[in-house]
């Protein structure tokens, strides 16, 4: 096999395999091995095909966390077939549920549940009240692609901020900024210092989570 059909087969795995949103770099890893793509002791991110072949479809790889408890997602920026992006229909309803407009507003009245501090909660507030006041923007587009309140604003009843997965997209802007807005999956800029964080809400199990507007 040359060279340039050693890419293009990596580069149609790579397809496969991110089309439907970000993938951790060491699941890509695995899966490479087990279709004979990488060897036992390369790391995909080194291997030449593969470097070409991410070069080449545009894919970037995204940091989740801090140190040990850190993790490397590939994200495909370009995605080059129909069905890799689930862009909402042109023809489909675009408008702001009123009920969330409406729970944002009583967020605006709640003070900050006892176990969380008042600037975090007054932050999210924020967050949630610019997400709905933004004609034409995040929040139609949210509500197009099939977002919904638990996985939007929702949270775990107790202490949501203590657990990965425990709360939905708008808490995890936190002062940041919503910059990718795809059916499953977000990109959210770190506040502190612009890094990119990825949201996968396939990853959240919804069933434990309330709207926050909800009491206790």
Not at 207 to 215: A, K, S, V
């Amino acid at each position: 096999m040359t060279a340039a059909d050693r890419v293009s087969v990596r580069t149609q795995f790579l397809k496969t395999r991110l089309g439907k949103g970000p993938v951790l770099a060491s699941e890509l890893e695995a899966a490479a091995r087990g279709a004979g793509l990488l060897g036992s002791d390369q790391r995909i991110s080194d291997a030449k095909p593969f470097k070409r072949a991410k070069e080449s479809l545009g894919i970037r790889s995204v940091r989740n966390g801090f140190g040990s408890a850190g993790e490397w997602f590939w994200v495909l920026e370009k995605q080059s077939t129909p069905s890799a992006v689930a862009e909402p229909d042109p023809e489909a309803a675009s408008r702001i549920p009123s009920s969330w407009i409406e729970g944002v507003g009583h967020l605006r009245q709640r003070r900050p549940p006892p176990d969380m501090p008042a600037h975090r909660w007054h932050q999210f507030v924020a967050d949630c009240t610019k997400f709905v006041a933004s004609p034409g923007e995040w929040a139609e587009r949210a509500a197009a692609l099939g977002w919904d309140a638990m996985t939007l604003f929702g949270c775990c009843r107790h202490r949501p901020l203590d657990r990965a997965g425990s709360a939905g997209l708008l808490w995890a802007i936190n002062g940041g900024r919503l910059v990718e807005l795809h059916r499953d999956w977000a990109v959210v800029e770190r506040a502190e210092n612009g890094s990119g964080r990825i949201f996968d809400r396939r990853r959240f199990d919804v069933g434990n989570f309330r709207p926050p507007w909800i009491g206790a």
